[in-house]
Each structure stands twice: as structure tokens, then as C-alpha cells.
């Protein structure tokens, strides 16, 4: 049987085990042999990261032609209107070619959200906004080069769910073992 540990992966860290410098990786926080991460998660992004010791489902998971959404929310600059979230929706034109449509609405600040360590710059002038976008493939920095194509760049960036699996309640660096 095939195991998946659901990390709540925090702003900052690597989604690999090898440190090429000083960055924090994901070794910081699985000891467990074996395991690889199943599809990214940048450095500036939080939440869940699936990690899996068995290739096949590994490669399932990662590989776009599955399909599996991916689900995030963004908390972005300015208030997002209903023409941009229409446009994320129908696809964005990014200089590596379309986005696939995606689920996008505009949602309340998550409460149940932790304090991100450096916090998000805040300007005293321009409101913050958030958004739940889901989408069915992974482009390098997608969600971000979306929101700021759209005209609202992407302040904090976190992944709540990737197909069934979901964050929930997990903290910032810990994970959940499940059997598949």
C-alpha cells in the first residue's frame, strides 16, 4: 500500500530535500525515508504539498494530463472585480501560451489562517482582496502570473487542496500520513 503525507508546507521553504545554499528544505520537517514530492510548491508559497513514497501515484499526481485541481487562495492588491475573476476564469494569455479555464471567486479573509512569518507588505492606501482559484495544471508560478495578468498581483499565495486531499487544520510544517 502506498503511502502520502499532506505537509502544510511554510512561506520560505524549498520543495525539495537538498539545500543548494542556506534555504530551508523540505528535510527540515520529513525524517521519513523515501518519499518525494508529488508536484511543487514554490519558496514563496505556503500550504499543502503531497509527498509520496510510490512513483506511480507520484507521477499521477504531478503530471497535468490527470487533471487533478489544484486549490488555492491569493490574497491579492487591490479589490478584485468581477471582469477580472471572469478573465481567470476563461483562461489568462501568459507568455508560455493560455491557462486551461479555472474556478475563480472572490471570498472572505480566511480566519482560520496563520500569521505568515515575514508578513505581506502592507500599504496603507491600497485594500487588500482575496480569491479561491482552482485549476487543472501547474505552469511554473501560474496562480501569481495569473492574478497580476488580470492587473492584481498575488500578495500571499496558499494551496488548500489538491484533488480530494485538503490543508483543513494542519499547521505551518506539520504533516498527515494517509494509506492509498
Known amino acids: ?41 514554490d519558496k514563496d508559497s505556503e500550504g499543502l504539498l503531497l509527498l509520496t513514497d510510490d512513483g506511480k501515484l507520484q507521477q499521477k ?11 488555492y487562495l491569493a490574497q491579492v492588491e487591490g479589490l478584485i472585480s468581477a471582469a477580472a475573476l471572469l478573465q481567470l476564469e476563461q483562461g489568462v494569455e501568459l507568455k508560455d501560451g493560455k491557462t486551461r479555464p479555472a474556478i475563480a471567486r472572490g471570498v472572505k479573509e480566511p480566519e482560520f489562517f496563520w500569521p505568515r512569518k515575514p508578513p505581506i507588505r502592507y500599504r496603507k ?29 498575488t500578495l500571499r499565495l496558499v494551496r488548500i487542496a489538491v484533488g480530494d486531499w485538503t490543508l483543513n487544520d494542519l499547521e505551518p510544517g506539520f504533516y498527515r500520513e494517509l494509506e492509498v
Do not use: C, H
Request: proline share 6%.
Open 61 to 71: 499526481i504531478s503530471d497535468p494530463k490527470f487533471k487533478f485541481t489544484k486549490t
Open 1 to 41: 500500500m502506498s503511502k502520502l503525507l499532506l505537509l502544510n508546507k511554510p512561506f520560505g521553504v524549498l520543495s525539495q530535500f537538498r539545500s543548494d545554499g542556506e534555504q530551508q528544505t523540505l528535510a527540515s520537517f520529513i525524517q521519513q525515508k523515501g518519499f518525494y514530492p508529488a508536484g511543487r510548491l
Open 125 to 153: 492606501n491600497i485594500p487588500t482582496s482575496w480569491i479561491e482559484l482552482t485549476i487543472t495544471e501547474g505552469k511554473n508560478r501560474q496562480i501569481r502570473r495569473m492574478t497580476a495578468a488580470v492587473g492584481y498581483p
